[in-house]
């Protein structure tokens, strides 16, 4: 199994970044697909997620009305659409996969897990 993430970069308060999310090995359609992010010297922490089952996607507080995770299970690939970027979003962003549609805010939740993409919010 192999998780791709891509799409990170420098960008200003303000703007926008689409992140994406290439699987394989895995029958994507059947795994609920997570990213997470950890800021230097701090723990790694929920974004956002999208169950496999086609529960309404959720969201950490911090993102919400600003993120939007989406999927397409024929590319099998998860993305993370991040508009109105602020500096206290700068941080490691990763991808993560796993069978459960439970506890999938925890990162031990999660079977796999993508190498992560900097995200950079200039102020």
């Known amino acids: 199994v192999q998780l791709q993430a891509y799409g990170g970069g420098l960008v200003q308060a303000g703007g926008s970044l689409r992140l994406s999310c290439a699987a394989s090995?895995?029958?994507?359609?059947?795994?609920?697909m997570g990213w997470f992010r950890q800021a230097p010297g701090k723990e790694r922490e929920f974004v956002a997620v999208?169950?496999?089952?086609?529960?309404?996607?959720s969201y950490a507080d911090s993102v919400k009305g600003r993120f939007t995770i989406s999927r397409d299970n024929a590319k099998n690939t998860v993305y993370l659409q991040m508009n109105s970027l602020k500096p206290e979003d700068t941080a490691v962003y990763y991808c993560?996969?796993?069978?459960?549609?439970?506890?999938?805010?925890?990162?031990?939740?999660?079977?796999?897990w993508g190498q992560g993409t900097q995200v950079t919010v200039s102020s």
């Open positions: 090995g895995l029958t994507f359609s059947s795994y609920t």
């Open positions: 999208f169950r496999w089952s086609g529960i309404s996607p």
């Open positions: 993560a996969g796993t069978r459960s549609s439970w506890n999938v805010i925890v990162t031990s939740t999660y079977d796999y």
